[in-house]
């Protein structure tokens, strides 16, 4: 397995029921595949563990700690990333200028294939764009072309 590179990640793990925030030191990243987490390596830092028909539990000191899943004879640790939620926006007109004044129906078809995260929890609302309005205005009118070619004469 191609390792890309050690070092800690904060994730969000499934502890007493309850998610929290934790950081894994040590970790190694291959790339979005599924990343291997080594019972071994919890028991020689005093983990015990738990097993039930609901899944294991990692005791640290006596308390429950991270869980796991058993899926198809494996443990799936409960683990999920955390989201910065500050970046997170529902607001039609700011996605409309983030991404460069781009059409409302393109808005909607984005949102529809989840294109950007919170994109489908959007508010699809009526606005009125400013900027768009006024590079509206300065376009070149389309030359319409009579039926007359010759100079025009005056009465």
């Given at each position: 397995?191609?390792?890309?590179?050690?070092?800690?990640?904060?994730?969000?793990?499934?502890i007493?029921?309850?998610?929290?925030?934790?950081?894994?030191?040590?970790?190694?990243?291959?790339?979005?595949?599924?990343?291997?987490?080594?019972?071994?390596?919890?028991?020689?830092?005093?983990?015990?563990?738990?097993?039930?028909?609901?899944?294991?539990?990692?005791?640290?000191?006596?308390?429950?700690?991270?869980q796991?899943?058993?899926?198809?004879?494996?443990?799936?640790?409960?683990?999920?990333?955390?989201?910065?939620?500050?970046?997170?926006?529902?607001?039609?007109?700011?996605?409309?200028?983030?991404?460069?004044?781009i059409?409302?129906?393109?808005?909607?078809?984005?949102?529809?294939?989840?294109?950007?995260?919170?994109?489908?929890?959007?508010?699809?609302?009526?606005?009125?764009?400013?900027?768009?309005?006024?590079?509206?205005?300065?376009?070149?009118?389309?030359?319409?072309?009579?039926?007359?070619?010759?100079?025009?004469?005056?009465?």
């Open positions: 397995m191609l390792i890309l590179r050690i070092g800690k990640v904060r994730v969000k793990t499934l007493n029921n309850q998610w929290r925030q934790i950081e894994l030191h040590g970790g190694e990243y291959n790339g979005g595949r599924e990343n291997l987490f080594a019972e071994n390596i919890l028991l020689k830092k005093g983990f015990t563990v738990k097993e039930s028909s609901e899944g294991v539990t990692y005791y640290r000191n006596g308390k429950p700690d991270i796991a899943e058993i899926r198809d004879g494996l443990q799936i640790m409960c683990f999920r990333p955390i989201v910065n939620r500050a970046l997170t926006c529902v607001i039609q007109v700011t996605w409309h200028k983030r991404v460069g004044h059409n409302c129906d393109y808005l909607k078809k984005a949102a529809e294939q989840k294109a950007a995260f919170c994109l489908e929890k959007m508010q699809s609302q009526r606005f009125h764009c400013e900027t768009c309005a006024l590079a509206k205005l300065g376009r070149n009118s389309k030359i319409c072309v009579g039926r007359s070619l010759g100079r025009i004469t005056l009465l």
